[in-house]
Nanobody, 125 residues
Framework: QVQLVESGGGLVQAGGSLRLSCAAS????????MGWFRRAPGKERDFVAA????????YYVDSVKGRFTISRDNDKNTVYLQMNSLKPEDTAVYYC??????????????????WGQGTQVTVSS
């Protein structure tokens, strides 16, 4: 059973930075893509970023390109989301997700079948 535990959320002023971490366990972490999603108040959960199983490729929703960076450390079974130049519209619960596609790219939102509990990110104006 795959388990994902997020950390690093919090309250930050607009323009500030946060780094989210997600520790994974339960299977060979390095063989699968990983992603980050978010759910803003009153909205559906949306894709934010993904990283391929090898780490060679990354994908972002347009609204975070140039501000957010996804990365992974396979030795630590951990995926990160570095968030810079945060805006109030980035306020959401952020979820780490693990893809079910071995050696995949992670770019399809439908391939994720394991989820963390979520961590709140609040950006004040």
């Amino acid at each position: 059973q795959v388990q994902l535990v997020e950390s690093g959320g919090g309250l930050v002023q607009a323009g500030g930075s946060l780094r989210l971490s997600c520790a994974a366990s339960g299977r060979t972490f390095s063989n699968y893509p990983m992603g980050w999603f978010r759910r803003a108040p009153g909205k559906e959960r949306d894709f934010v970023a993904a990283i391929s199983w090898s780490g060679a490729n990354t994908y972002y929703v347009d609204s975070v390109k140039g501000r957010f960076t996804i990365s992974r450390d396979n030795d630590k079974n951990t995926v990160y989301l570095q968030m810079n130049s945060l805006k109030p519209e980035d306020t959401a619960v952020y979820y780490c997700a693990a893809s079910g596609v071995k050696y995949g790219e992670g770019s399809s939102g439908h391939e994720y079948n394991y989820w963390g509990q979520g961590t709140q990110v609040t950006v004040s104006s």
